[in-house]
């Protein structure tokens, strides 16, 4: 499975990007997509997580602010970034596999990972 993310750019605060994943095929492990996201001399963070069937799961920093969503049909997966701040600014990576519903943070769960797509918001 290939995973390809794209969107990324600079913004301001208060800025808007959309990122979005490709999915090169569906797979029955890789049910649960996600995005990640990794700051300069940072490790990984959880951003946000869905199911091709529904339900979404956001960390407590960007929840309210960002919305995770997917197109079943073009096996795409969507990260709307509203409200941005300097701290958002992170090399963002989709991510595919089946943790539990549970265990959706853990990036060492996930079997395919797309390349990064870097995030810059200046004030």
């Known amino acids: 499975v290939q995973l390809q993310a794209s969107g990324g750019g600079s913004v301001q605060v208060g800025g808007s990007l959309k990122l979005s994943c490709a999915r090169s095929?569906?797979?029955?492990?890789?049910?649960?997509m996600a995005w990640f996201r990794q700051a300069l001399g940072k490790g990984r963070e959880f951003v946000a997580a869905?199911?091709?069937?529904?339900?979404?799961y956001y960390s407590d920093s960007v929840r309210g602010r960002f919305a995770i969503s997917r197109d079943n049909a073009k096996n795409m997966v969507y990260l709307q970034m509203n409200n941005l701040r300097p701290e958002d600014t992170a090399d963002y990576h989709c991510?595919?596999?089946?943790?539990?519903?549970?265990?959706?943070?853990?990036?060492?769960?996930?079997?395919?990972w797309g390349q990064g797509t870097q995030v810059t918001v200046s004030s």
């Open positions: 869905t199911t091709w069937i529904g339900g979404t």
């Open positions: 095929r569906r797979t029955d492990d890789t049910y649960r």
């Open positions: 991510a595919a596999g089946s943790p539990a519903w549970g265990s959706v943070q853990n990036a060492g769960l996930y079997y395919h």
